[in-house]
């Protein structure tokens, strides 16, 4: 089946704009993550949804990035005033749910934000 | 101090050479340990997986784990123009969160 898709691979924006990333998980994951992942660095958490819920944000790093997932499916992560600090690549991963070291986190290829 | 160091350094082979590399954590309470591979403009995907210490062997590729020095490595043997990514090394946290390494860029050259 298919695996994790983003949109869009590529974004730039100016600084002080808004943007949304959008994640399609693959199906019959519960379980979805954002990660961002700055060159040359490993990736970050930014925050983890079990469902609808966001079980864990604490890796969102201040009050403009926020994420939703109202269906349990399909995800956007939402940056607003944004900040050249924000350039990064987006990552974004499902897993089935069942947690533990089996539930395998499967990572889309990214959305690649540039803030000029 | 990270929960994960991974030395960045690339790393450049030739063919058939055995690839060592390695990540130190701090973090007693991670129990899960895991390699990804990534390739340009992709996202990582999973090589290998392991919970004890020990080693762990699939085809090429041998994880081992070293709880009580909180070390952990992967050793790629004979390696292939197609190994050449970047290795990053993970652990699993609370609430399924991945702690990674900075990753090492392997080249294996011809």
């Known amino acids: 089946g298919a695996g994790v898709s983003q949109t869009p691979s590529n974004k730039v924006t100016e600084k002080g704009k808004y943007v949304e990333l959008r994640c399609d998980p693959i199906?019959?994951?519960?379980?979805l993550y954002w990660y961002r992942q700055s060159l040359g660095q490993g990736p970050e958490f930014l925050i983890y949804?079990?469902?609808?819920?966001?079980?864990?944000d604490s890796g969102l790093p201040n009050d403009r990035f926020f994420a939703v997932r109202p269906e349990g499916s399909v995800s956007t992560l939402k940056i607003q005033r944004t900040e050249r600090g924000d350039s990064a690549v987006y990552l974004c991963?499902?897993?089935?749910?069942?947690?533990?070291?089996?539930?395998?986190?499967?990572f889309g290829p990214g959305t690649r934000l540039t803030v000029l | 101090q990270k929960e994960v160091e991974q030395d960045p350094g690339p790393l450049s082979v030739p063919e058939g050479a055995i690839v060592s590399l390695n990540c130190t954590y701090s973090?007693?309470?991670?129990?899960?340990f895991m390699w990804y591979r990534q390739y340009s403009r992709k996202g990582p995907e999973l090589l290998m997986y392991?919970?004890?210490?020990g080693n762990k062997e699939d085809g090429r590729f041998t994880a081992q784990v070293d709880k009580s020095s909180k070390y952990i490595s992967l050793f790629i043997r004979d390696s292939q123009p197609s190994d050449s990514a970047t290795y990053l090394c993970?652990?699993?946290?609370?609430?399924?969160?991945?702690?990674f390494g900075k990753g090492n860029q392997v080249v294996v050259i011809p």
């Open positions: 991963a499902s897993s089935s749910g069942a947690g533990g070291l089996t539930d395998t986190q499967y």
């Open positions: 199906s019959g994951h519960t379980a």
């Open positions: 949804f079990q469902g609808t819920g966001a079980a864990d």
């Open positions: 973090n007693s309470a991670f129990q899960y």
């Open positions: 392991t919970y004890s210490s």
């Open positions: 993970a652990m699993l946290g609370g609430n399924n969160r991945l702690a």
